[in-house]
């Protein structure tokens, strides 16, 4: 129950993270959307989501195929109804579950900020806590097909996920990008000839102090994880917590050096993010990984980030604030992989293959999934704010009150006067 508790920490690290990232104007409501999509999400899990991720052996929809029973979908009371809190397993991936939805949501607030309305954010995570998340989580960790796969199939031990790079970050990063497609660019981020202009962030000592909050509530995520859904035996949880820090620390000297070759110098906020990203790759395989495996997923992770940034944004036009697609969706899309290339498990072989099918899975299933509702959503209720209020800054707009209102002048107030 400890490692548990220890998650909304990382949920406080995202969130610092993102508002850092974020221009000062904003700083507020990008820390006002995480409390409240964190709690939309707590909520609409309760109500709706708990009863469709189940638990191994608990009860499920299934089909029969070749003769064998494949869970499809979780049969559970809605309302928690029926919960017993007697610190079993199954009561305590309850737990474990508001938490990590809380996570998956939080992701898209660092990707469509500063242009994505507060009421829109909280619409878009009850869509997601109720539908997109309880689907997947049940498919890898309430003993889906997914998670069948090596005892129904034979395919290793099955899709392996211990702390969610698949199941929070990649789905949180694809979530993410929908959004930003549908939302489109910041206002001037893009010049008429389709050329990225710099929006840099206000606070990078926010940014750096999120990655060193976001660690314990990591090594909280993966260890219970590992618990929980991995089978792993409890002595288990010292490499969980050796690994976990291995990937992100090394995912952060291997951005430090590569903007150093590329720039002169690190960049702080680029080092940050592949920090995270280090640690979002650590989360599928981290129980079972050498350190030496450890320490190369996070190197390419932290490698992938600030080329993935720089990538998406000058010929995809994917304008991300936060870099939370790169570092949530793509580093999450390669932590699956490296547990299937770095995790060895006696006498069970083709793990690879059961990545692979998690990761199709995502790429094919879930995010033309969390696409079409968030398209239909914004159909219905605009996802994006005025043009006014994106001028003025999402804090005065919406909330009234900027972060810093008696330390902060905006340049752009003289030029409007």
Request: aromatic share 10%.
């Amino acid at each position: 129950m400890i490692f548990i508790l220890l998650i909304p920490l990382a949920a406080a690290g995202i969130s610092l993270m993102n508002a850092g990232l974020s221009r000062s104007r904003n700083a507020a409501h990008s820390m006002t959307s995480s409390l409240f999509v964190f709690s939309v999400a707590a909520i609409v899990y309760a109500i709706i989501g708990c009863g469709w991720i189940g638990y191994p052996g608990r009860p499920a929809h299934t089909v029969l195929i070749a003769g064998r029973a494949w869970n499809w979908l979780a049969a559970e009371p809605f309302l928690l109804r029926g919960f017993t809190p007697d610190a079993s397993p199954a009561s305590l991936s309850v737990v474990f579950q508001m938490f990590a939805v809380g996570l998956v949501a939080l992701i898209p607030v660092g990707a469509a900020g500063e242009r994505w309305r507060l009421s829109a954010s909280c619409a878009s995570t009850a869509v997601l806590a109720a539908i997109t998340y309880p689907v997947f989580a049940n498919w890898c960790w309430g003993g889906g097909w997914l998670a069948q796969l090596g005892s129904n199939a034979g395919i290793g031990r099955g899709f392996l996920d211990v702390g969610g790079s698949g199941v929070i970050h990649a789905l949180g990063g694809l979530t993410a990008l929908s959004l930003v497609w549908i939302l489109g660019p910041r206002r001037g981020k893009y010049t008429p000839e389709g050329m990225p202009a710099a929006m840099p962030g206000h606070n990078a000592v926010v940014v750096v102090l999120g990655c060193m909050v976001a660690l314990p509530g990591w090594i909280g995520l993966n260890s219970a994880g590992a618990l929980l859904f991995a089978n792993a035996e409890p002595g288990r949880v010292v490499t969980v917590a050796l690994n976990t820090f291995l990937s992100a620390a090394s995912g952060a000297l291997a951005a430090a050096a590569l903007t150093r070759a590329r720039f002169g110098r690190p960049d702080a906020s680029l080092c940050a993010n592949s920090w995270t990203g280090g640690l979002v790759a650590s989360s599928a395989g981290c129980a079972f990984m050498a350190p030496a495996g450890a320490i190369l997923t996070g190197a390419v992770a932290g490698l992938a980030v600030p080329y993935t940034i720089e990538i998406l944004e000058a010929r995809f036009g994917v304008d991300d604030p936060g870099g939370a697609v790169s570092v949530h969706g793509i580093s999450g899309l390669w932590g699956i992989l490296a547990a299937g290339l770095f995790c060895r498990f006696r006498g069970e072989g083709y793990q690879f293959l059961a990545q692979l099918a998690g990761l199709a899975t995502l790429v094919g299933f879930v995010f033309p999934l969390t696409f079409g509702l968030n398209w239909l959503l914004d159909r219905f209720h605009p996802q994006r704010i005025t043009a006014e209020g994106e001028r003025q800054g999402m804090d005065l707009y919406e909330l009234g009150a900027g972060a810093y209102p008696e330390f902060v002048t905006h340049k752009g107030d003289f030029l409007q006067m």
